[in-house]
T-cell receptor, first 114, second 114 residues
Framework: AQSVTQLDSQVPVFEEAPVELRCNYS??????LFWYVQYPNQGLQLLLK??????LVKGINGFEAEFNKSQTSFHLRKPSVHISDTAEYFC????????????FGTGTRLLVSP | EAGVTQFPSHSVIEKGQTVTLRCDPI?????LYWYRRVMGKEIKFLLH????????ESGMPNNRFLAERTGGTYSTLKVQPAELEDSGVYFC????????????FGEGSRLTVL
């Protein structure tokens, strides 16, 4: 079975500062990796995904993530955050045998202040 | 194009009562998923429909939960009788048959069981 760990439940940062949200996963087989974001009073939306190829993937709103197979990590980064990035971020995995159910982490709440 | 819509947005019921949640996926999306988030924990998979067929219902907690997707369009999730531990946010998501993992989520239905 797969599992996802997001150790940071909340990350406070100042506007224009860089941020990294950590995600580690556990799986005995190869997986696909995703980051979803939930803005207040909205549904989750896809930020970016890693299926194969380059381990550095770029997503919407200036976010990027790097897949590290040896460390089983998929950390999310942004070099300069905005107030509008305040949201909850979820890391998720699914088996690479097909796009089935996603296994989510517990989420990280990013709080950006001026 | 309308997104995934869920109804009701919030439901408060007493233990032992019945609640039915509805999800209207994006038109043309064959895949429909139900997920649940309890008390700020991880978002957990409940079940997956492909058109009107249940592809995977391994996440359904017990037989008090019944999901249907008649005609392969909208879906309902009934909880009968509701227990306190059923409280949480129920998310519905949909995707195309050829999706590479991007799910489109609704805003969720918050269920409070008193």
């Amino acid at each position: 079975a797969q599992s996802v760990t997001q150790l940071d439940s909340q990350v406070p940062v100042f506007e224009e500062a860089p941020v990294e949200l950590r995600c580690n996963y556990s799986s005995s087989v190869s997986v696909y990796l995703f980051w979803y974001v939930q803005y207040p009073n909205q549904g989750l939306q896809l930020l970016l995904k890693y299926l194969s190829g380059s381990t550095l993937v770029k997503g919407i709103n200036g976010f990027e993530a790097e897949f590290n197979k040896s460390q089983t990590s998929f950390h999310l980064r942004k070099p300069s955050v905005h107030i509008s990035d305040t949201a909850e971020y979820f890391c998720a995995v699914t088996l690479n045998t097909g796009f089935q159910k996603l296994v989510f982490g517990t989420g990280t709440r990013l709080l950006v202040s001026p | 194009e309308a997104g995934v819509t869920q109804f009701p947005s919030h439901s408060v019921i007493e233990k032992g009562q019945t609640v039915t949640l509805r999800c209207d996926p994006i038109s043309g999306h064959d895949n429909l998923y139900w997920y649940r988030r309890v008390m700020g924990k991880e978002i957990k998979f409940l079940l997956h429909f492909v058109k009107e067929s249940k592809q995977d219902e391994s996440g359904m907690p017990n037989n008090r939960f019944l999901a249907e997707r008649t005609g392969g369009t909208y879906s309902t999730l009934k909880v009968q009788p509701a227990e306190l531990e059923d409280s949480g946010v129920y998310f519905c998501a949909s995707s195309r048959a050829d999706s590479t993992g991007e799910l489109f989520f609704g805003e969720g239905s918050r269920l409070t069981v008193l």
